[in-house]
Nanobody
Framework: QLQASGGGLVQAGGSLRLSCAAS????????MGWFRQDPGKEREFVAA????????YYADSVKGRFTISRDNAKNTVYLQMNSLKPDDTAVYYC????????????????WGQGTQVTVSS
């Protein structure tokens, strides 16, 4: 089970940190990702991280502004979001998968419930 939190309303240029707490499985066995989705649009890749945290991957649209990290002792993955823009407004989902990182949402096995991020201009 994945539980995302930390979303909210922030002004453009501000920051938020999302958290995703995992339970029920060995967290360190899973590659983790963050995706986002606007109503009427496809789910979009944001960032992913390897099982150890040694490798990270980002969408071009967030590179240099967002940072994904994980704490395997706390079974939690984070998404630090800085310099937020109105285009970052979406529901953000965390996801978990085995067998390698991926930027493709259907490859992920487990999903959290989503947390709303709204960036005002």
């Amino acid at each position: 089970q994945l539980q995302a939190s930390g979303g909210g309303l922030v002004q453009a240029g501000g920051s938020l940190r999302l958290s995703c707490a995992a339970s029920g499985r060995t967290f360190s066995n899973y590659y983790m990702g963050w995706f986002r989705q606007d109503p009427g649009k496809e789910r979009e890749f944001v960032a992913a991280i390897s099982r150890s945290g040694g490798s990270t991957y980002y969408a071009d649209s967030v590179k240099g502004r967002f940072t994904i990290s994980r704490d395997n002792a706390k079974n939690t993955v984070y998404l630090q979001m800085n310099s937020l823009k109105p285009d970052d407004t979406a529901v953000y989902y965390c996801a978990a998968k085995t067998l390698g990182s991926s930027t493709y949402a259907p490859n992920y096995d487990y999903w959290g419930q989503g947390t709303q991020v709204t960036v005002s201009s």
